[in-house]
């Protein structure tokens, strides 16, 4: 109880910086270049705030994860990588080889500004195993104008198990900007996917005036490549479309399907990035392989108002298939949330990938569903449990006996009615959850929750990052709200910190009267998923106080409706090799 008041009375010197941060929409069009920083090296890398298991190089600016797959018993991860900095610029692909997803081995630079088809930049891409080979597609940018064409490369070596050297042939670019076409909006190809016409396709990211497009071109050999008539999909008012990705998911298991799969019982995803917003947003619908055409399901929205793979930082994403376990795994690049220049360059590194996840089509066909690789588990070490423990109003549990600034968390919440839920006030129909979570955040006290886990809490309660749920119920329907609420993380007062409320809803069935929890905890980052991974939402924090040995993990409820834990497991988590 005692401490729930303490926690209210911590909020009170937030609430004019999250006023201001209400008001700006914490969103920043486009990597912003810093000329004077992009090539200045760090000096030295902060400990504090760097991540245990999440992946980064051991200094400087990452950011979009690049042609991810596997080939011949290897995991390949390429990421946009600063060599010289740690800001965006000078960007090269990175590359890093793996055998489980979780332990990686760092290589020399795959692909780097070399040519005249990409001296000023090599920018995003795919990979597609063509015949048995790797091939990549990724973005040149061949002047100072922006101008971007579509190049590939090819392994070196074959025989190379780690495929350390790429090739850049010279009958590269591959695909140029026609006259239809804005140049400096053109990036970011697809794996591409064989029809049964046998002509293979990718897609372009691009936009013309407002209207975000999927450009689609198709090639026999992979080589000459011709744009059709219509893009695969457009939509208006959404602004460039970057980094696109588009696959199958299964309607009737969670197993993956490759790229090129073409058979029954099959819908496809189509993501884009949204530079406007910097998030990233999907559709399910159907792809008419004859027309080339794809069309969203009814109900489904193109742009920020349609379904979000993480509703926090989180972009860039992509997806590759992985044959060694069948199924669809997802990259996406964690950014930051402190985009303070100066920072970035005093604590000598920024940006993180976020933990691969497994995605497949929730059996409703209404979204997806996503769950941290099972390889994750081979880093947990101690654990610590709690069995049905309830949660009264304004009480809290400490978990103890693990690190809790890099742990993994997985809680069942159940509760035995849901007549205590809050009214959905019809007025914030067309709010977005993140708008919801604002006003009514964990320390609100609610009827059916708030309640869930506080995490990176310290000592004093001064700062904390709640990820938690709250039931609301509206006229014909309850309505659950996940929040991962970073707006009291950090007792830093800069104001350019963005320290948002990330929130989406749950579309999950409350028959069974339970709601679970995981969260992957790492220094500065809280990777959420809730409803066994139907929402999910990673947050990037920067604890003053609860850092290392100092952090609490704490489960809550701050609800009128008692809740139980049946059950939570928690473990500390170990470093793997990076
Ligand atoms: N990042 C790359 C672009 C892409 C953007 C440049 C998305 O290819 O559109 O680093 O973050």
Same mark, same amino acid.
């Given at each position: 109880?005692?401490?729930?008041?303490?926690?209210?009375?911590?909020?009170?010197?937030?609430?004019?910086?999250?006023?201001?941060?209400?008001?700006?929409?914490?969103?920043?069009?486009?990597?912003?270049?810093?000329?004077?920083?992009?090539?200045?090296?760090?000096?030295?890398?902060?400990?504090?705030?760097?991540?245990?298991?999440?992946?980064?190089?051991?200094?400087?600016?990452?950011?979009?994860?690049?042609?991810?797959?596997?080939?011949?018993?290897?995991?390949?991860?390429?990421?946009?990588?600063?060599?010289?900095?740690?800001?965006?610029?000078?960007? $090269?692909?990175?590359?890093?080889? #793996?055998? /489980?997803?979780?332990? &990686? =081995?760092?290589?020399? +630079?795959?692909?780097?500004? %070399?040519?005249?088809?990409?001296?000023?930049?090599?920018?995003?891409?795919?990979?597609?195993?063509?015949?048995?080979?790797?091939?990549?597609?990724?973005?040149?940018?061949?002047?100072?104008?922006?101008?971007?064409?579509?190049?590939?490369?090819?392994?070196?070596?074959?025989?190379?198990?780690?495929?350390?050297?790429?090739?850049?042939?010279?009958?590269?670019?591959?695909?140029?900007?026609?006259?239809?076409?804005?140049?400096?909006?053109?990036?970011?190809?697809?794996?591409?996917?064989?029809?049964?016409?046998?002509?293979?396709?990718?897609?372009?990211?691009?936009?013309?005036?407002?209207?975000? $497009?999927?450009?689609?071109?198709? #090639?026999? /050999?992979?080589?000459? &490549? =011709?744009?059709?008539? +219509?893009?695969?999909?457009? %939509?208006?008012?959404?602004?460039?479309?970057?980094?696109?990705?588009?696959?199958?998911?299964?309607?009737?298991?969670?197993?993956?399907?490759?790229?090129?799969?073409?058979?029954?019982?099959?819908?496809?995803?189509?993501?884009?990035?949204?530079?406007?917003?910097?998030?990233?947003?999907?559709?399910?619908?159907?792809?008419?392989?004859?027309?080339?055409?794809?069309?969203?399901?009814?109900?489904?929205?193109?742009?920020?108002?349609?379904?979000?793979?993480?509703?926090?930082?989180?972009?860039?994403?992509?997806?590759?298939?992985?044959?060694?376990?069948?199924?669809?795994?997802?990259?996406?690049?964690?950014?930051?949330?402190?985009?303070?220049?100066?920072?970035?360059?005093?604590?000598?590194?920024?940006?993180?990938?976020?933990?691969?996840?497994?995605?497949?089509?929730?059996?409703?066909?209404?979204?997806?569903?996503?769950?941290?690789?099972?390889?994750?588990?081979?880093?947990?070490?101690?654990?610590?449990?709690?069995?049905?423990?309830?949660?009264?109003?304004?009480?809290?549990?400490?978990?103890?006996?693990?690190?809790?600034?890099?742990?993994?968390?997985?809680?069942?919440?159940?509760?035995?009615?849901?007549?205590?839920?809050?009214?959905?006030?019809?007025?914030?129909?067309?709010?977005?959850?993140?708008?919801?979570?604002?006003?009514?955040?964990?320390?609100?006290?609610?009827?059916?929750?708030?309640?869930?886990?506080?995490?990176?809490?310290?000592?004093?309660?001064?700062?904390?990052?709640?990820?938690?749920?709250?039931?609301?119920?509206?006229?014909?329907?309850?309505?659950?709200?996940?929040?991962?609420?970073?707006?009291?993380?950090?007792?830093?007062?800069?104001?350019?910190?963005?320290?948002?409320?990330?929130?989406?809803?749950?579309?999950?069935?409350?028959?069974?009267?339970?709601?679970?929890?995981?969260?992957?905890?790492?220094?500065?980052?809280?990777?959420?998923?809730?409803?066994?991974?139907?929402?999910?939402?990673?947050?990037?924090?920067?604890?003053?106080?609860?850092?290392?040995?100092?952090?609490?993990?704490?489960?809550?409820?701050?609800?009128?409706?008692?809740?139980?834990?049946?059950?939570?497991?928690?473990?500390?988590?170990?470093?793997?090799?990076?």
């Amino acid at each position: 109880m005692q401490k729930m008041e303490l926690l209210r009375n911590c909020s009170l010197w937030v609430l004019p910086i999250l006023f201001m941060i209400l008001c700006s929409n914490g969103v920043n069009a486009s990597h912003q270049v810093f000329m004077r920083l992009q090539s200045s090296s760090a000096f030295s890398v902060r400990k504090i705030h760097r991540t245990g298991y999440h992946f980064q190089p051991p200094k400087h600016w990452i950011n979009d994860p690049n042609g991810p797959m596997y080939y011949n018993g290897i995991y390949h991860l390429f990421y946009q990588y600063n060599p010289k900095g740690s800001v965006w610029g000078n960007i $090269v692909w990175a590359h890093a080889a #793996s055998t /489980d997803l979780v332990n &990686w =081995i760092r290589l020399e +630079h795959a692909i780097y500004p %070399s040519k005249v088809f990409d001296k000023y930049g090599t920018w995003s891409g795919s990979a597609t195993i063509l015949h048995n080979k790797p091939v990549i597609l990724y973005t040149g940018i061949i002047d100072a104008n922006n101008t971007q064409v579509q190049n590939y490369a090819i392994p070196a070596d074959l025989s190379d198990p780690l495929l350390r050297k790429w090739i850049k042939p010279d009958n590269n670019p591959l695909v140029v900007a026609d006259k239809s076409i804005n140049k400096t909006q053109f990036r970011d190809p697809t794996t591409a996917w064989l029809g049964r016409d046998g002509l293979w396709r990718i897609l372009v990211g691009s936009v013309r005036r407002r209207r975000g $497009v999927a450009i689609l071109y198709r #090639s026999r /050999d992979f080589m000459k &490549w =011709i744009k059709a008539k +219509h893009p695969l999909h457009t %939509s208006a008012k959404t602004g460039n479309w970057e980094c696109p990705d588009f696959f199958p998911v299964s309607t009737n298991h969670t197993e993956g399907l490759d790229t090129s799969f073409d058979g029954e019982n099959v819908k496809h995803v189509l993501k884009v990035s949204l530079d406007v917003t910097r998030f990233e947003y999907y559709t399910i619908g159907t792809y008419h392989t004859k027309k080339d055409r794809y069309i969203p399901d009814d109900g489904m929205t193109d742009g920020w108002k349609g379904l979000r793979l993480d509703y926090g930082n989180f972009y860039a994403s992509k997806t590759f298939y992985d044959p060694l376990k069948n199924r669809r795994v997802l990259w996406g690049w964690t950014n930051e949330s402190d985009v303070v220049p100066t920072d970035a360059k005093k604590k000598g590194w920024a940006g993180i990938q976020a933990i691969p996840r497994k995605l497949w089509l929730d059996p409703s066909g209404r979204h997806l569903v996503q769950w941290p690789i099972e390889e994750l588990e081979i880093l947990r070490k101690q654990k610590v449990e709690l069995r049905n423990h309830n949660l009264d109003k304004g009480e809290m549990v400490e978990v103890q006996g693990i690190t809790a600034a890099q742990a993994d968390v997985e809680v069942t919440f159940s509760f035995s009615s849901l007549k205590n839920a809050e009214e959905f006030d019809p007025s914030w129909a067309d709010l977005y959850a993140q708008d919801v979570c604002a006003m009514r955040g964990s320390t609100v006290q609610g009827g059916l929750g708030p309640f869930g886990l506080l995490t990176l809490t310290s000592e004093n309660f001064e700062e904390y990052t709640p990820v938690f749920f709250r039931v609301f119920k509206a006229q014909d329907k309850y309505k659950v709200l996940m929040c991962s609420d970073a707006s009291r993380s950090s007792v830093r007062n800069n104001i350019k910190i963005y320290k948002p409320s990330f929130a989406g809803f749950v579309d999950v069935d409350l028959s069974d009267k339970k709601l679970s929890l995981r969260s992957l905890i790492d220094h500065s980052v809280v990777e959420s998923f809730g409803a066994g991974g139907k929402t999910c939402i990673t947050s990037r924090v920067y604890p003053a106080l609860a850092i290392f040995d100092e952090a609490h993990l704490y489960a809550f409820n701050n609800g009128t409706e008692t809740i139980t834990i049946e059950t939570l497991n928690a473990w500390s988590m170990n470093k793997p090799e990076r």
